[in-house]
């Protein structure tokens, strides 16, 4: 791959992408007033697009008022006036040539009750993570197992977030399918025992993931892009592989290459890792089974982790680096020696502390 790959354009259906560079979603926990983030941390949006990232995602939005919110002070984006909270931040992003993401997810079993209207959670099955909640420093509770009510209204918050989406301006919309929240869930057989035809065979654990991206795909117009976001490993008892093998990793690939989405983002912690006892990474097995553009993110912090990354896929995502450095894709074209910043150096973005 020659050197300049990472600053020329990409196309992306009916956009172009300035460049292969974007910001990956960032959980702020800033929305303590009607699910609406501060105004420091959609301005920092708004900068890291002035600062020439072609793409900016939002944190993961929540799905619904029941039992989706994982974390406090989560944004959501199903009402009016979350809606018009965020349409000027869309157009500030748009005027500096960017595209806009709205990325949502429901947390399933990782919700917080205590944040929930329901006071309740809701998985696949009736099982806890291992580890405790790092924020409470006690036990997830106990999960509902899922009635085919609570999927039916898990997929419509999906539906009326995405409609919040379009509403707002956004250029796309990225369903949230990682890290072991509810849809991954349902996808890895370590939280998913159920026996109806949501669980077993690798079809049957995505039917859900199927159901939401026809759904959303619904509402989405033709010239807005749909992308899922999938990992083989969750926030929660992390050293877990969350799929048995390479093949069923890649049957699930092939699975989303038939889905009307535009693009499938491949969340890592370092996307040079051999993945399933291969000698590939996470991006050359996908793209070994699926023509989609692929976006990739994991420890990608330097020019040479940025041209090594986009080797295998098409765009590059990075949420830490883009956190710290606000210069940070001029530093990436000047070839600046870097470090990549640890998590408790992102930790800051949890707290009011105003991002540069
Ligand atoms: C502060 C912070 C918040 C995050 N929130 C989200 C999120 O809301 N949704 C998501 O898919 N990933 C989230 N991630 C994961 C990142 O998008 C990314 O996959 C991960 O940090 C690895 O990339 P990096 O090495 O460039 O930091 C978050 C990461 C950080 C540091």
């Known amino acids: ?57 939002t944190e993961a939005i929540v799905t619904d008022y029941e039992s989706a919110q994982g974390y406090p002070g989560q944004a959501r984006l199903t009402t009016q006036r979350q809606i018009d909270a965020w349409r000027p931040v869309v157009q500030a992003i748009q005027q500096h040539g960017s595209i806009a993401v709205m990325q949502m997810f ?20 009736p099982l806890t ?75 049957n654990r995505y039917r859900f993931a199927h159901e939401i991206i026809r759904a959303v795909r619904s509402v989405v117009p ?25 093949e069923e990793y890649q049957q699930l690939i092939r699975l989303l290459s038939r889905e009307p989405i535009d693009a499938l983002s491949v969340s890592t912690y370092d996307f040079s890792q051999k993945a399933f006892g291969t000698r590939q990474n996470m991006a050359q097995l996908t793209r070994e089974v699926t023509d989609l553009p692929i976006m990739i993110c994991g420890r990608i912090y330097d020019r040479s982790t940025a041209d090594n990354a986009l080797a295998d896929a098409d765009i590059i995502l990075s ?21 990549p910043f640890s998590s408790e150096e992102a930790n800051i973005a949890y707290t009011d502390t105003p991002l540069p």
């Open 319 to 339: 949420a830490k680096s883009l956190l710290l450095n606000p210069n940070w894709v001029a530093d990436l074209q000047a070839g600046k020696s870097m470090e």
């Open 129 to 203: 993570p291992k580890q405790d909640n790092p924020l409470t420093g006690k036990p997830y509770p106990v999960p509902d197992e899922m009635s085919s009510f609570d999927i039916e209204h898990a997929v419509n918050g999906f539906v009326e977030t995405a409609r919040g989406a379009v509403a707002a301006g956004f250029d796309a919309v990225e369903i949230h399918g990682a890290h072991g929240y509810l849809i991954s869930q349902f996808l890895s057989t370590y939280t998913n025992q159920r026996s109806d035809e949501y669980g077993g065979s690798v079809e």
């Open 222 to 246: 033709d010239d807005r892009l749909l992308f899922f976001r999938i990992s083989n490993w969750g926030v929660a008892d992390m050293e877990v592989s969350l799929f048995e093998s390479k």
């Open 1 to 57: 791959m020659s050197t300049d790959s990472l600053f020329s354009p990409f196309q992306l259906k009916n956009f172009t992408l300035k460049n292969r560079i974007g910001v990956a979603p960032m959980t702020r926990m800033s929305s303590i007033k009607d699910s609406v983030p501060r105004q420091d941390v959609f301005d920092f949006l708004v900068r890291r697009a002035e600062n020439n990232a072609a793409m900016v995602y």
């Open 106 to 125: 429901h947390c399933g079993r990782m919700a917080w009750p205590e944040v929930n209207p329901a006071g309740r959670s809701i998985a696949p099955s």
